[in-house]
């Protein structure tokens, strides 16, 4: 279960009109606090994104942050040719739409280098995401990833806490519990695994027919047949979570 940019996307966005003078654009970010405003048409459609970088100095000298916002709406005369936010927004402005996760969303703002992301829906500006958003949302408490993680579990494979106990320590999560099926344990590891926030999974799962070792790691004892082709070594599953799996293939 994974958060999506609209649990975490702001929707009172400040926005700008292509015909917007620099300096307005200027004065706009600084006053809002913000790096980055999207540039939309009568209908709210995104058009481009005006950024502190995009409002570049010709006069040889470099600024940035809070330095070039400021110098920008003090000294008019020294922006670049542009003069309107469309000569200087960048366009096609990348954008998502409420329902991505925020996981792709992060995955875009790293392949187009870029810090921000308007939210669209039915073409119309909604929102605007940015990294500090999605840092924030990866940066959750461990009672509220265990308490989602509970929660995914009871609505997808109706287990409880009592059948899997879940605990998380530093976005660490161990599953210790009993399931009916091996492929409930692989599926309950995947699911945890794609909750925001979790680093690892430690999965310990113990099939209904299964026999405790000494060293606490669940045999699986093959069901009634022919006799088993070979025996399998432990192996442990590829990825971002671990599971634990020893006994005998078909």
Known sequence: MQTMVGEVMTTAVARVRPETPVTQVARLLRERGVTAVPVVDEEDHVLGVVSAMDLAMDDGQSYSGPALLGCMARHPARASGAKTAAERMSSPAVSVTPDVSLRTATRLLQMHGIHHLPVVADGKLVGMVTRRDLLAAFLRGDEQVRRQIVHAMEMTFHLTSDQVAVTVHNGVVRLDGQVERRSVAGELGRLTAAVDGVIAVDSEQRLADTRPT?????????????????????????????????????
Do not use: F, M
Request: charged letters at 25%; hydrophobic letters at 30%.
């Open 214 to 250: 000494s060293d606490g790691v669940a045999t699986w004892s093959a069901p009634p047949g022919p006799a088993p082709a070979r025996e399998c070594a432990g192996r442990r599953a590829e990825g971002p979570h671990l599971v634990r799996d020893i006994g005998r293939c078909q």
